[in-house]
């Protein structure tokens, strides 16, 4: 045994613990301990040795029979007593050897086990002071976070004490975290110089009369408790093991025998790290030609498909009937193939993917999605095959990466666990879970391929003459920044932001937002510096000017680099093809990217200065259609308020409404407008004085007037998160689930997740009409072609000659939707760029 690592267990887990604090599963578990306990076992194992023992606290402690005030303030922190048990049983299912003595610490544990094994190097891993006094030759500390070994000379730098000499320290200074004083009067420097000077605590106190009065009564006032602090400090190093040698250290990586348990509490990231390569064999056979699988589908089998692009053309894999079968889809026969696989009932994971490399998909295909009945099954799950499997305990699927051959042998190994997924939510999916993906989502699917693979024509000359004068204005920006900070400074570094502002300059730090590396120097901490320091000068600076020009630097860039340069990279003849995702999100609304065209900043000058390079093609228009308060309506719809009711049937200006209910006055609409949707996302006072930048008693009062203009609302939202809170989940207008676990949730976890409950069920239950509105005009006008949607807005290519009668007709089908107490409105547009749709 050369090297033996031993573990102060609950002093690493308090250390890891408080970055982690926040953690909980999607259900409202709180994980952080466990985190934390899982990320000390991945980072020892990386930190090989000989032997490893882990030592645990005891249920009693001898130290309070001494000293009864020793660590009494020591409180547990939140969650730690219901998560313990599970990392006691994790250590036991991971063989590993954990000790613990009845009656005293893990401190003395570790402190009697450098006595009992004479192995030539130990490492202590711990963020204790304490285990000082062990240090020597053979015995160092080890720093997990900064991976740093403390030794002698650390000791000598640091405490300028030699490690002998620590509990004597520890006498004379005590430990406030620990309960115990020391010396009134003394602290670490006097300590320290007394110690140099008389070597130990006994031999000082036989030399008080060396000492100036003043000291020598300090410390014979005290003498009693600073020899019960050295006691205290002192650590037992003479308790019994049974052990003849440390366990051997882990051959493989502990946390792979509970990486169940792992799946169960949602670990999916720490999972993917740890998981042993799968071991692929290769294909009995090369790959197919598609004559053979032809061949092979004449009996329209079910079939499970997979598809991905390679240099050589798109690798389709098809396992049926207990048999694989892989194809390149690169000869003639291939878009035969294809149809005949279509004639088949198909399972896959993200078919919409596996379709669009396929040329689409038809109308009629008859296939079943895991992708998307694992989200309706648990809508926070990762969106991954690797994560599903792991939900599901089911084998661990193999990465589509490598050559043909190893993608091939891929396929073949993940097609059974697809297989399994689907069987397992054919068997577990709830009924209306089932017939939502069957009867929307399914559907959807279809629809988003065919968006995709149309895009959406861009200007290329107007894109590129923009790329180019963004360059240019960047460019002069920097110049300015430069300028104005009197310094050359990297406007896109953080890091030296934040060194420039708050250490050069000095700026109060009071104004930032804290990060863990620091301060930030994101939007809102720029924004508020410049309202703090407007028309200040610091060290020839004007604070205001420079963050204005640094604010409108980074506006740009954003835009330079999120759309206009992967724009431009990303076409494919003319057109963008962005990605929509289904599964993504928790409240059912849909996603976008490569780029996200959902995001584009439309109500600013620059923003539409993007959206004006996404064009219709010759003699077609793009068609806007836009949902109007749509959130708000559907308050009206589940509350059953009658004024709101009677004031959309009425066609009144809702926000104006509110205005004259709160204020008396119809000037202070926006105002209104802010709470009114602030309300629907569930927005407290605190969120809300934030949001508007008010104080929190007049958000306060602006909560308490609204609900005593509309009792009705106030009974409903306050009815919905008691039924969230009983029920655990909350419902979308068709049925989407998002659930909650309240259980051991923190009060803060608990608004949050009712806020969370309010916002779902509105912004979900818009994201239904607008499924709804969609498959509808699809349905409808087969012919037309759907380009974009972004949350309650649809955009479409229609022929220029039509456009008009479309304009009406498609009005009329998207407000007669779905029948709710309020009517919907659609407001239209037409225009030959998607800027001109929000002119």
Not at 188 to 214: I, R, T
Request: glycine share 6%; aromatic share 8%.
């Amino acid at each position: 045994m050369k090297t033996l690592h031993l573990v102060d267990t609950f002093s690493l887990l308090f250390k890891f613990y408080y970055p982690l604090k926040d953690l909980h599963t999607s259900k409202g578990f709180n994980t952080a301990w466990l985190n934390a306990f899982c990320r000390i076992i991945q980072r020892l194992y990386n930190f090989k040795a000989d032997g490893l023992i882990f030592a645990l606290e005891s249920g009693s402690n001898h130290r309070k029979d001494l000293h009864q005030d020793y660590k009494a303030n020591r409180q547990a922190p939140p969650h730690l007593d219901e998560q313990l048990p599970i990392i006691f049983e994790w250590i036991e299912r991971m063989g590993l050897c954990a000790l613990s003595v009845a009656g005293y610490e893990s401190d003395d544990v570790i402190a009697s086990l450098c006595q009992h094994f004479d192995a030539p190097q130990i490492r202590i891993f711990s963020a204790d002071k304490d285990f000082f006094q062990l240090v020597n030759e053979r015995v160092v500390l080890f720093d997990l976070s900064t991976q740093s070994t403390k030794g002698v000379d650390f000791c000598l730098e640091k405490y300028k004490i030699h490690p002998k000499q620590f509990t004597d320290y520890q006498g004379l200074v005590g430990d406030s975290s620990d309960g115990y004083k020391g010396v009134r009067g003394i602290g670490a420097k006097g300590a320290v110089q007394l110690l140099q000077e008389w070597g130990s605590l006994e031999n000082l106190y036989a030399h008080l009369d060396k000492l100036p009065a003043k000291l020598q009564n300090a410390l014979r006032e005290d003498r009693e408790q600073a020899f019960l602090s050295k006691e205290l400090a002192t650590l037992k190093s003479d308790l019994m093991f049974d052990l003849k040698s440390p366990p051997d250290f882990p051959t493989q990586n502990p946390l792979l025998k509970i990486q169940d348990a792992l799946a169960e509490f949602e670990m999916f990231a720490l999972l993917k790290q740890i998981q042993l390569k799968v071991n692929l064999s290769p294909l009995s056979t090369p790959l197919n030609s598609s004559q053979e699988l032809l061949d092979k589908l004449a009996n329209r089998p079910t079939c499970v498909v997979q598809a991905q692009r390679l240099k050589e053309g798109v690798l389709l894999g098809v396992f049926f009937e207990g048999e694989f079968r892989a194809v390149l889809l690169n000869d003639l026969l291939a878009p035969a193939l294809v149809q005949q696989l279509y004639t088949c009932a198909l399972i896959g994971y993200n078919l919409k993917e596996v379709f669009s490399l396929l040329g689409g998909v038809l109308e009629g295909v008859d296939f079943e999605d895991i992708s998307l009945l694992a989200w309706l099954d648990h809508c926070y799950l990762d969106n991954s095959l690797n994560a599903l499997a792991l939900s599901l305990r089911l084998e661990t699927p193999a990465p589509l990466e490598g050559d043909t051959a190893q993608i091939a042998a891929a396929m073949r190994h993940n097609a059974p666990i697809i297989l399994k997924a689907y069987e397992h939510y054919k068997a577990h999916l709830t009924p209306p879970l089932w017939e939502l993906a069957h009867n929307l989502e399914y559907p959807l699917l279809r629809l988003l391929c065919e968006m995709q693979g149309h895009g959406f024509l861009l200007d290329l000359e107007y894109l590129q003459g923009l790329d180019a004068e963004f360059k240019q204005t960047l460019a002069q920006l920097e110049q300015r920044i430069h300028a104005q900070a009197h310094t050359d400074i990297n406007p896109n570094s953080a890091k030296q932001w934040a060194q420039f502002l708050y250490t050069h300059l000095g700026l109060e730090s009071k104004h930032a937002i804290k990060i863990k590396t620091g301060l930030s120097t994101n939007e809102a901490s720029l924004k508020a510096l410049q309202q703090a320091y407007t028309g200040q000068s610091i060290q020839g600076v004007e604070v205001s000017k420079l963050l204005s020009t640094l604010l409108e630097y980074r506006e740009l860039f954003k835009l330079q680099s999120t759309y206009v340069k992967p724009l431009l990279e990303r076409q494919v003849k003319g057109k963008i093809h962005t990605i929509f995702h289904q599964t993504t999100t928790a409240s059912s609304r849909l996603s976008s990217s490569k780029p996200n065209l959902q995001n584009i900043p439309m109500r600013t000058p620059l923003g539409q200065q993007i959206a004006r390079a996404f064009i219709a093609p010759k003699n077609c228009m793009l068609l806007g259609l836009d949902y109007s308060q749509m959130e708000l309506r559907l308050l009206a719809h589940f509350s059953g308020d009658t004024n709101l009711i009677t004031a959309f049937k009425e066609r009144q200006d809702i926000h104006t409404n509110t205005a004259l209910a709160l204020f008396n006055d119809p000037t202070q609409r926006p105002l209104a407008k802010a709470i009114n949707f602030g309300l629907i996302y569930g927005m407290g006072a605190n969120r809300l004085a934030t949001t508007l930048n008010i104080s929190l008693k007049e958000a306060r009062e602006h909560i308490q007037r609204y609900f005593q203009a509309f009792p009705t609302i106030k009974g409903f939202l306050e009815g919905l998160k008691e039924r969230i809170l009983e029920e655990g989940q909350v419902q979308t207008l068709l049925g989407h689930v998002r659930a909650f676990n309240f259980q051991g949730a923190s009060q803060k976890l608990v608004a949050d997740y009712l806020r969370e409950g309010a916002n779902t069920l509105f912004q979900g239950s818009a994201s239904d009409l607008m499924k709804l509105a969609m498959l509808a005009v699809k349905d409808k006008y087969p012919e037309l072609k759907m380009l974009v949607q972004v949350h309650d807005e649809l955009i479409l290519e229609v022929p220029k000659d039509q456009a008009d009668t479309l304009a009406k007709e498609l009005k009329t089908l998207m407000q007669e939707i779905y029948p709710l107490k309020v009517p919907l409105e659609c407001h239209v547009c037409l225009g030959t760029n998607w800027a001109d749709l929000k002119a």
